[in-house]
T-cell receptor
Framework: GENVEQHPSTLSVQEGDSAVIKCTYSDSASNYFPWYKQELGKGPQLIIDIRSNVGEKKDQRIAVTLNKTAKHFSLHITETQPEDSAVYFCAAAATEYGNKLVFGAGTILRVKS | DSGVTQTPKHLITATGQRVTLRCSPRSGDLSVYWYQQSLDQGLQFLIQYYNGEERAKGNILERFSAQQFPDLHSELNLSSLELGDSALYFC???????????????FGPGTRLTVL
């Protein structure tokens, strides 16, 4: 089955700097890659997603890139702010298997002000 | 607020007991997914229902079962509870567009289950 690896497990950046989180997946059938942000005591919140028919997607300070050949995708957050501090999860789904998400282990992002 | 609601927010029970977790999907969403989040296993997919029918199954224990009702709300039943079942249980929903290119899932706030 699918396996998703996520790095780093923790990331500390200074406010205003950029943060990059990387994920790799194993199943070449995976074609949907969402990123979720989870704050303490809350459910995962979708921040951006990308489908296999595009290589990059951007939404204000957040961007995601996908390299299907290398089977990896990355989250880029620019101009980080203290409110970006949270746990970030990447996930992968192969829609032929019913859209179930396989999650990475998560990255704790701390933005220091 | 994702539009997905879950009740109860917290549940404390004893080993061997049975509990039911409830989820109401976003208006218009036909698919409901259940996930378990624990410190050792992370976020893991349990089961998906689409318009009342089971569509996909993950590593869901035989002691666990789920169903989706005609009004599209879903219930996750956990029985013969063990200490290791203590976790956060999340429900997510999606409209399920088909088309084969992935369907955005919106998560509820979760139910924290503590088994003593």
């Amino acid at each position: 089955g699918e396996n998703v690896e996520q790095h780093p497990s923790t990331l500390s950046v200074q406010e205003g700097d950029s943060a990059v989180i990387k994920c790799t997946y194993s199943d070449s059938a995976s074609n949907y890659f969402p990123w979720y942000k989870q704050e303490l005591g809350k459910g995962p919140q979708l921040i951006i997603d990308i489908r296999s028919n595009v290589g990059e997607k951007k939404d204000q300070r957040i961007a995601v890139t996908l390299n299907k050949t290398a089977k990896h995708f990355s989250l880029h957050i620019t101009e980080t702010q203290p409110e970006d501090s949270a746990v970030y999860f990447c996930a992968a789904a192969a829609t032929e298997y019913g859209n179930k998400l396989v999650f990475g282990a998560g990255t704790i992002l701390r933005v220091k002000s | 607020d994702s539009g997905v609601t879950q009740t109860p927010k917290h549940l404390i029970t004893a080993t061997g007991q049975r509990v039911t977790l409830r989820c109401s999907p976003r208006s218009g969403d036909l698919s409901v997914y259940w996930y378990q989040q624990s410190l050792d296993q992370g976020l893991q997919f349990l089961i998906q229902y689409y318009n009342g029918e089971e569509r996909a199954k993950g590593n869901i224990l035989e002691r666990f079962s789920a169903q989706q009702f005609p009004d599209l709300h879903s219930e996750l039943n956990l029985s013969s509870l063990e200490l290791g079942d203590s976790a956060l249980y999340f429900c997510a929903s999606s409209v399920d567009l088909g088309g084969g290119l992935g369907d955005t899932q919106y998560f509820g706030p979760g139910t924290r289950l503590t088994v003593l």
